[in-house]
């Protein structure tokens, strides 16, 4: 049931983008992506509920394919503050059992 | 901002002690978690809790685990005896509601448990 991350890690220079990737072998309820720095908690970024949903804040964004088994973040023209590690989500049911399972995460580090 | 608060920041407990974490989640909020993450891995699902039950659990919380919600304020999570396996940061959480609508989670800064 545990979501598959791709890639495991990722280097960027200041600037460039990013595509980080979370599949699941069955349809999902819906996806959430969070993002964890070093020693902090993990930070809501965005829920995706539908397929062939999008949604976007600033320069990261996120979709939700058609049969509802993949979600992608998309990280544009990088910055030093997106550093972290993202995990997506997935959740599998609606009502009480919408819990959380996590995937192993993305280590992104951003240089300068 | 309304904040997930967590107490204490870090515990050191001896192995076969009894621990208690405490979570104050975001007032409004009706839905409560408790997720762990050993360190450099993953974040774990442990135990969601709605209405004054446990909603679902997960194979991690087995009987040395328990939660309660005391009173109108905390959500606790306790370890009867702890194993030096039961290191790790464990992470409280809360969400306005699940189900239909999928409310985001909102996470507390953790209490790092170290057992020795």
């Known amino acids: 049931q545990q979501p598959v991350q791709s890639p495991q890690a990722v280097i960027l220079r200041e600037g460039e983008d990013a595509v980080i990737n979370c599949s699941s072998s069955k349809a999902l309820y819906s996806v959430h992506w969070y993002r964890q720095k070093h020693g902090e908690a993990p930070v809501f970024l965005m829920i995706?509920?539908?397929?062939?949903e999008q949604k976007g804040h600033d320069k990261i964004s996120a979709s939700f394919n058609e049969k509802k088994q993949q979600s992608s973040l998309y990280l544009t023209a990088s910055q030093l503050s997106y550093s972290g590690t993202y995990f997506c989500?997935?959740?599998?049911?609606?009502?009480?059992?919408?819990?959380?399972?996590f995937g192993k995460g993305t280590k992104l580090s951003v240089k300068p | 901002e309304p904040e997930v608060t967590q107490t204490p920041s870090h515990q050191v407990t001896q192995m076969g002690q009894e621990v208690i974490l405490r979570c104050v989640p975001i007032?409004?909020?009706?839905?409560f978690y408790w997720y762990r993450q050993i360190l450099g891995q993953k974040v774990e699902f442990l135990v969601s809790f709605y209405n004054n039950e446990i909603s679902e659990k997960s194979e991690i919380f087995d009987d040395q685990f328990s939660v309660e919600r005391p009173d109108g304020s905390n959500f606790t999570l306790k370890i009867r005896s702890t194993k030096l396996e039961d290191s790790a940061m464990y992470f409280c959480a809360s969400s306005l509601a699940t189900g239909l609508y999928s409310y985001e989670q909102y996470f507390g800064p953790g209490t790092r448990l170290t057992v020795t």
């Open positions: 007032s409004n909020h009706l839905y």
């Open positions: 989500g997935p959740q599998l049911y609606g009502g009480s059992q919408g819990n959380l399972i």
């Open positions: 995706l509920l539908k397929g062939g």
